[in-house]
């Protein structure tokens, strides 16, 4: 009987660091416990560039990234029995599964493969039932993605029938980790303590390095050893649900304050944090370190799962387009300024536009770009700004018109401007409802892989 579970992040994010997942595999080979390790590659924006890259090319529309991610782990994964689990199959799980497959052969590795599907919803029934959630749905021409957030049940079937790679494409991120953790201890579905506290650690492990030291440094204030070398997260979990977050070897930290930090990222509420599978409760959740790089989470429980199923939407939002422009030396921001408001005045009046003095005011910016209220209350803090103006529009000849506004600025702008660069792309705008989980049918299938 398994009594403990380590759990591995090989990545938070599709783009994060290529080599994390060694040093993490490296840590739990010589462990000699259960393990696995997840992979969180997928968010919102980028399953609906996936689902593009499928509509170009039917043998794409998975991670990009996938080959070299796998290509250092998967022979050690395979054959210490490290259990993989990645929504690295974005809009294309099967297409994602068939390279593991070819990788695994490389490898001279039999493998076997579990893939999901069922979270698409563009097919006629899914739209059908999309349309009766929601009236807000733009034309079904208009649409890139639509999908289902699933939930552990399906990675548990894969892993159950002996799946050593787990490929999905939308789960929900923390049943990455809760499928493993079912499948080892057995919990039950409706469990909803133990559910509760499998999906917060998995919570804490679904963005990488988030919880150890990553998008937490700030020299002088929060200090982090090593930030080019840091060491993965591996949470420790037993078959009673308590669980330690620790990390693998390198740079980073775990401590009170990164697991405080990533507990609540993206939790809209702590007593009722809606999941596919459980409402997880951190209400009245406890941080405590247990030695270096070692911190327990206590207190977190769960309580019955929601009734529906979220399903998020991805359409076609027109075109985006950036310009940015350099201004150095003394009145710096009032040419600055100037320029924006030249650019403004020459573009087409039906396109969104919006101006912002980089390292002055943008990131606390109005939105409607129509002014820099407030802007001089800063006096002249900087000689040196780059103001970036953004189009956007349904008409793409309009928003090029505003890009060539900017690219104008070189002779026709204010004094001393320069290192004008310029980018136009299309846009994904995207919406969420809520459908009934029985709409919704997951399917498994393994896929054998041989050398």
């Keep these: 009987m398994v009594e403990r579970l380590l759990v591995g992040a090989g990545a938070g994010y599709s783009g994060d660091r290529i080599e994390a997942p060694i040093a993490v595999v490296r840590d739990l080979k010589a462990s000699g416990e259960r393990a696995a390790i997840i992979f969180e ?53 099967p297409a994602a599964a068939k390279l593991i497959a070819g990788l695994a052969a490389e ?17 006629p029934e899914g739209l059908e039932v999309l349309r009766a959630a929601s009236n807000e749905l733009p034309d079904d021409r208009a649409l890139v993605s639509a999908n289902a957030y699933l939930g552990a049940a399906p990675i548990v079937e894969a892993l159950g029938e002996g799946a050593d790679i787990v490929v999905t494409g939308r789960v929900a991120d923390p049943a990455l980790t809760l499928g493993p953790l079912i499948h080892a201890f057995g919990w039950a579905f409706d469990d909803w303590h133990r559910l509760g506290v499998g999906t917060m650690a998995g919570h804490l492990l679904e963005c990488g390095a ?7 440094a700030d020299p002088g204030f929060k200090d982090v050893p090593e930030p080019e070398n840091i060491g993965f997260p591996i949470a420790n979990i037993e078959r009673s ?15 009170r304050r990164t697991v405080a930090e990533q507990l609540l990222y993206e939790v809209h509420d702590p007593a009722a944090y809606l999941t596919p599978d459980v409402t997880a409760d951190i209400g009245n959740a406890s941080i405590v370190e247990v030695g270096k790089d ?3 989470v206590d207190g977190i429980t769960g ?12 359409y076609d939002g027109g075109w985006l387009a950036e310009g940015e422009i350099s201004y150095y030396g003394p009145n710096a921001i009032a040419r600055a300024k100037l320029a924006a408001e030249v650019v403004r005045k020459r573009s087409p009046k039906n396109i969104r536009i919006r101006c912002d003095i980089i390292g002055v005011l943008s990131v606390l910016g ?22 970036r103006v953004a189009f956007a529009g349904d008409d793409k000849s309009l928003v090029e018109r505003g890009l060539q506004e900017v690219e104008a600025l070189y002779c026709a702008g204010p004094a001393a401007g320069g290192g004008i660069r310029l980018a136009l792309r299309p846009r994904i705008a995207a919406t969420s409802c809520f459908i009934p989980r029985s709409a919704v049918t997951p399917r498994v299938e393994i896929v054998e892989a041989r050398p």
Excluded: W
Excluded at 241 to 246: E, K, L, N, R
Excluded at 303 to 314: A, E, G, S, Y
């Design 366 to 387: 109005d939105d409607g770009g129509t002014s820099f209220a407030g802007i001089d209350a800063f006096g002249e803090p900087t000689s040196d700004v780059r103001l």
């Design 107 to 123: 490898q001279k590795v039999r493998a076997r493969i579990g893939v999901v599907t069922g979270d698409d919803m563009l097919g």
């Design 303 to 314: 309580h019955q799962r929601p009734d529906t199923l979220k399903v998020t939407v991805c």
């Design 294 to 296: 070692r911190v327990r």
């Design 41 to 93: 590659t997928l968010g919102e924006r980028t399953l609906a560039l996936a689902q593009l890259r499928r509509r170009e090319n039917p043998q794409l529309g998975y991670e990009p990234k996938l080959r070299p991610l796998l290509t250092p782990v998967l022979k050690d994964c395979v054959e210490n029995k490290i259990a993989i689990v990645g929504n690295f199959g974005a809009g294309n799980p």
């Design 241 to 255: 649900g308590d669980f330690v977050i620790g990390k693998a070897q390198g740079g980073g930290l775990v401590d």
């Design 210 to 216: 988030q919880v150890t030291g990553g998008y937490f």
